[in-house]
């Protein structure tokens, strides 16, 4: 089969074939029909992940189909549209068996633990509680947006969060997970406030619900003004880019008894930010961590889906070819274009 693979970090992609995958006794192999393209496979390439192992196959936001199972596999036959979770669980040790599969002991992330999707095929592992069936409205490249991005920022929301109608709900970051963060808030009924530092990502945020935005270099003061638009501060605000700045912004700018989420991963400079805990001691702000979300608790996400309330296609900034992944990889530190790019011709 056909792979992005890189040998080094920080080093060339290049196209290469490579032998295909067998499936685990537990495990699928999927045809990959698309996948995404996230800043996550940017802090892989660059060496920012501990488990990843040289050469490299990246990709985890994954849509595809069943073509082959291992022995022990029940739910699965082969032809089956399907999505999994970026974090999959064993189903064994104390975290799964308490339900919380995306904190898994011995989690299996394709791309980062294992090779991922940017490659026609694709071996995944513990298939019967991994793999996720695709709703027929769902389209495979908007499917491939659910992966991270999307189900990272609804459980964030909904189960960290606890997120209600009327709440307010700052965004700071509208990448991708920012602005599935900001569609998911609106359809829950909060009124949304995005923070970003492009006016053309503001301009979709307010598009797909944002009820008002802040562009964070024009704005003297982003805090104050996140305040003043939410008569006195946020009920709920996320980090969804994963800065100091973003990270710290987004905790003063909570009202009292707020929650702060932080979703972007912090590495590298911004590893160790700078919190505010005075303001967190004396407002009793709550900091929550939220990361990933288990594949049997798609079914409430993929409801909105079916219903229209939530669109995840509306995010697709275009799609790409394999080969083209090899210079857009690389390139994602500079946060150009708006919305998700989707890789789906291999």
Known sequence: MKAAIYQTFKG?????????????PHGAVLKVEATGLCRSDWHGWMGHDKNIKLPHVPGHEISGTVVETGKKV???KGGERVTLPFVCGCGHCPQCRSGNHHICDHQFQPGFTHWGSFAQYVAIHHADINLV????????????????????????????????????????GCGG???????????????VIAIDIHWEKLDLAKSIGAVAVVHAEEETNVVEAVKEISD??????????????????????????GKHLQVGLMEAADALPNIP???????ELEIIGSHGMQAYEYPPLLKMVREGRLQPEKLIDRTISLEESTTELPNMNLFKGVGVKVINKF
């Open 12 to 24: 060339s992609i290049t196209i290469e074939n490579v032998p295909d995958p067998t499936p685990e």
């Open 74 to 76: 029940k739910n699965w």
């Open 133 to 172: 069936t695709l709703p027929e409205n769902l389209n495979f490249v908007a499917a491939a947006s659910l992966g991270c991005r999307f189900i990272t920022a609804f459980r964030a929301l909904v189960k960290q969060g606890k997120v209600s109608a009327g709440q307010w709900v700052a965004v700071h």
């Open 177 to 191: 997970v920012g602005l599935s963060a900001v569609m998911i808030a609106q359809a829950l009924g909060a009124k």
């Open 232 to 257: 006195g501060g946020v009920h709920v605000s996320m980090d969804a880019l994963g800065n100091k700045t973003t990270c710290y912004n987004s905790i003063l700018n909570l009202r009292k008894s």
């Open 277 to 283: 805990m005075r303001e967190v001691i004396a407002n």
